[in-house]
């Protein structure tokens, strides 16, 4: 599937996450050689919530994103459109509060929530600047976003060999372990079409987001942009 077709319907995005639902984290934890598990550390860390706050997980697919949240007392609220990656997210943590939503027209009232964040997920929205508007107006007046998303690797010479991986290894190490290889060639060619660092704030500013910036995770492979409503 090619990002050109994703692009045109939401429906399709939602179809391809279903597909890759079953085998997501463990395909996850192999891409990403482990790393995955320190940059959602660096999500909770950032967003500095603490228990009896309320937090929007967006795009929180299976609900990975939303444990670290959970676990330490913050209510957390994963929500997602694709019923497959929900289905699999209420079988592993029962106890969390899986709301199905579009992430460009949230079913949330105006300023309900104290943080919002969104890992992995802004990439695969249809509508991004629209999604981005959407998370500020369920945030509370001083509340912060904070968005995980794959980014530009900051030294040239490892940059070389990242798009050398994404491109050429990721796919076949894909073909072994995904349920869904297909998915992971998007996945690089949506990894390369996504705004770097720089640009990535400027749409959050332009959402309406205040005092935006970033933290580079793992060289740049992974960026954390914090914003302020
Ligand atoms: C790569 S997964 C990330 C899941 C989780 N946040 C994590 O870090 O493991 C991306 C998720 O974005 C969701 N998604 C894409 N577009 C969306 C939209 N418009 N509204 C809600 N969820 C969306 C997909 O269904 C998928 O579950």
Redesign the pocket.
């Known amino acids: 599937m090619s990002r050109a077709s994703l692009e045109k319907s939401?429906h399709d995005?939602?179809a391809m996450?279903d597909r890759v639902a079953r085998r997501?984290d463990v395909t996850?934890t192999v891409l990403s050689l482990s790393q995955d598990r320190q940059w959602r550390k660096a999500v909770a860390d950032a967003l500095q919530v603490h228990a009896g706050q309320t937090v929007l997980?967006?795009?929180?697919?299976?609900g990975?994103?939303s444990e670290p949240f959970t676990d330490a007392g913050v209510h957390t609220v994963p929500?997602?459109?694709?019923l497959g990656?929900l289905r699999v997210g209420r079988t592993r943590r029962p106890d969390m509060p899986f709301v199905a939503?579009?992430?460009?027209r949230l079913p949330f009232a105006d300023a309900s929530f104290d943080a919002v964040t969104?890992?992995?997920?802004l990439r695969?929205?249809?509508d991004v600047d629209a999604?981005l508007r959407e998370l500020y107006r369920v945030t509370k007046p001083g509340g912060r976003v904070v968005v995980c998303e794959f980014s530009r690797p900051t030294w040239a010479p490892f940059r070389t060999v990242y798009t050398e991986y994404l491109m050429k290894a990721l796919p076949k190490v894909a073909t072994a372990v995904s349920s869904n290889p297909e998915a992971y060639v998007y996945l690089a060619e949506s990894i390369r079409a996504w705004p770097d660092q720089p640009g990535l704030a400027a749409k959050l500013q332009d959402a309406g987001w205040n005092t935006v910036q970033w933290r580079n995770l793992s060289g740049g492979i992974v960026a954390l942009h914090r914003g302020i409503k």
Do not use: E, K, Q, R
């Open positions: 939401p995005v939602a996450f997501y996850n997980d967006l795009a929180a697919g299976t990975t994103s929500c997602d459109f694709s990656m939503g579009d992430g460009t969104i890992s992995f997920g695969n929205v249809v999604c």
